[in-house]
């Protein structure tokens, strides 16, 4: 099963941008426990969200995660220059078993 | 402030086997509800996760490299390790350590800065 995502999106400053996270086989529920992570070249990824909706520490508001029809997403309410990133979800298959979604390239412009 | 440091050899040649180490500082590894785990990626992709182990040894793979792979954890060093065997090119990536709850590779609250690896004749 593959996981995925949009390749690439942009945004205005001050815009709200959705991404989303599917699967090529089947619907994405909250079974799937979503977490999503933004990373910047050079760095190590860091947690936005994890068990779909729940925001980890330390992260702004402006983040959001739910279920969309089939998919897992990630919302941007707000975009700020600083979230031009990459943005990665990961779905938990069963099994003790995790697929990372392909990633994708957001443009604040 | 835990914090994950990844260590091991820049370069592999093909065919051989490539180990690394995560040492981690300012907590126990043993710590309960937590898995330590190995992700990669490859220059210029995504993301992928490799596998996971929690203190007790119980380890867990991405099946599609489960058959090349070894997560083990050595409690009195506060480390876990990686290996790899019978690498080629396409295992060449920057590697992260990371810590998680029980589903892998979600909630990492914890990442190391990474290392890369080369495989290269």
């Known amino acids: 099963t593959v996981v995925t995502q949009e390749a690439s999106f942009s945004v205005s400053p001050g815009g709200t941008i959705t991404i989303t996270c599917g699967l090529s086989?089947?619907?994405?529920?909250?079974?799937?426990?979503a977490s999503w992570y933004r990373q910047t070249p050079g760095q190590p990824p860091r947690t936005l969200i994890y068990?779909?909706?729940v925001r980890a520490s330390g992260v702004p508001a402006r983040f959001s995660g739910s279920i969309l029809g089939d998919k897992a997403a990630l919302t941007i309410t707000g975009a700020q220059a600083e979230d031009e990133s990459d943005y990665y979800c990961?779905?938990?298959?069963?099994?003790?078993?995790?697929?990372f979604g392909g990633g994708t390239k957001l443009t604040v412009l | 402030q835990l914090q994950l440091q990844e260590s091991g050899p820049g370069l592999v040649k093909p065919s051989e086997t490539l180990s690394l180490t995560c040492s981690v500082s300012?907590?126990?590894?043993?710590?309960?509800?937590?898995?330590w785990g190995w992700v990669r990626q490859p220059p210029g992709k995504g993301l992928e996760w490799l596998g996971s182990?929690?203190?007790?040894?119980?380890?867990h793979f991405n099946p599609a490299l489960k058959s090349r792979l070894t997560v083990s954890i050595d409690t009195s060093r506060n480390q876990f390790s990686l290996r790899m065997t019978s690498v080629t090119a396409a295992d060449t990536a920057v590697y992260y350590c990371?810590?998680?709850?029980?589903?892998?590779?979600?909630?990492?609250?914890?990442w190391g800065r990474g290392t890369r690896v080369y495989v290269s004749s």
């Open positions: 990371a810590r998680h709850r029980v589903i892998p590779a979600a909630n990492v609250d914890y």
């Open positions: 182990v929690y203190y007790s040894g119980s380890a």
């Open positions: 086989s089947g619907s994405v529920t909250t079974t799937n426990y």
């Open positions: 068990t779909t909706t």
């Open positions: 990961v779905l938990y298959m069963g099994e003790d078993i995790s697929v």
């Open positions: 300012g907590d126990s590894i043993k710590r309960n509800n937590f898995y």
